[in-house]
Structure formats: structure tokens, C-alpha cells
């Protein structure tokens, strides 16, 4: 089934490249393919031994982290993979990520990638798939993964100092996570405030754009 939804997001993606640069399916599959990789890698699509490109502005500012090397997180790589874990975490309530820039800069977004436990297995007696391909009328509901981050804030430091909110979630369900934050900084701040149940935060990647 996840095979199956890969190559479902691939496909639609490529369909959307002869449209937007005029091209036919052939001439996509000839000089458009690292798009479309860059394309599926932003859109939290996995593909091994390939990393997704990192802004510039991201890989400019200057990352530092309550504890713990963040640097993971500005890899291109948004999950585990093997025993690298390509992550960065700290526990509740002492937890924050900071990026600084030179001069005041010009922030239009944030992107994020969450952990969602994706090696997890279903409870005994059920489908123990993460995507299953059926629903069985007596298994247990589905619950977001204890793992996830649930409620977050970003603050913006402003070119004379002050630092306030432009972004506060208090109920996300999602792994990926974009979010609109246009505001000129010289810093941003990120603060993991709940989880569905674990202890620490977990993340694999925060972009600034």
C-alpha cells in the first residue's frame, strides 16, 4: 500500500511538469527528472540515497538548539534511515531551536517535518501495516502517534530586538508542516509546548524561506 501511494504522488507530480513548463511527458522524463525528485522530496516523498535541496537561507543562518547537535535537521534527509536517526530532540519544557541571521531578512515561511513514528506497528490481532488496506469493523481507532509534536510556537526577532508569536499551533495532527510567516527578522525561534504523549520532542527538518 505505501508502495502504492508513492508511486500515486510521483505520478501526479509529473503530471504537473508538462503543464507548468510546456513540455511532453518525454522531454519531462529527459531534462525535468531532478525537478520532479526535488518536487516529491519537499513534498515529504522518500527517496533513498537522494537529499532534498535545503534554501539558502536555511543553510546560511546560524542554527543552535537547547541542547543536543541540530544540524540533522538542515541535512536534506527527513526521516531515519538505517541508524542515523537525521533528527534532533530535547524534552518538553527545555526545548527550543533558534536560527540568526547576518542583517534583518525577509522570512515568507516555515516548513517543518515532525516525527511520526513511521517504523511503529498496529496493535496485536489488527493490521499492523501504517497504511493498511483495509479496516476491519472490530479494530481499534487509529491515534496519532504519541511522537508527533502537537503544539508549537515560532517567534520572530525583530530588527530592534523584540521578539513576538507569528505562528502558535495548538493541535497539529500532521508530520509535514508548512506554514505562511512574512516577516522581516534577524531571528527566528521555534518551541515544541505538547507532543501526543512523548516525553521529547522530535523533529527532522525546520526550513526558513
Known sequence: MATCAALGQAVGAAAALPVRHGLTP??????????????LMD????LPWRQRDVSDLTRRARLTASSGDPEPLRNGVDRPVGQKDNGWSDILGQAWLQYEFDKATDIR???LVFDSDLN????????RRNIPCAYPLNAPPKQV?????????IEARDPRGAW?????????HQRLVRLST????????????????????????????
Do not use: I, M
Open 26 to 39: 518525454r522531454q519531462v522524463a529527459q531534462t525535468r527528472v531532478a525537478e520532479l525528485q526535488q518536487t
Open 43 to 46: 513534498d515529504d516523498c522518500y
Open 109 to 111: 515561511g516555515q516548513r
Open 120 to 127: 511503529r506497528n498496529g496493535p496485536v490481532g489488527a493490521c
Open 145 to 153: 502517534p504519541p511522537s508527533l509534536v502537537r503544539a508549537f510556537l
Open 164 to 172: 513576538r508569536v507569528v505562528a502558535e499551533v495548538k493541535e497539529n
Open 182 to 209: 512574512p516577516v522581516c527578522a534577524t531571528a527566528v525561534r521555534f518551541t515544541p509546548r505538547a507532543t501526543w504523549g512523548a516525553e521529547r520532542a522530535h523533529l527532522f527538518a525546520w526550513d526558513v524561506e
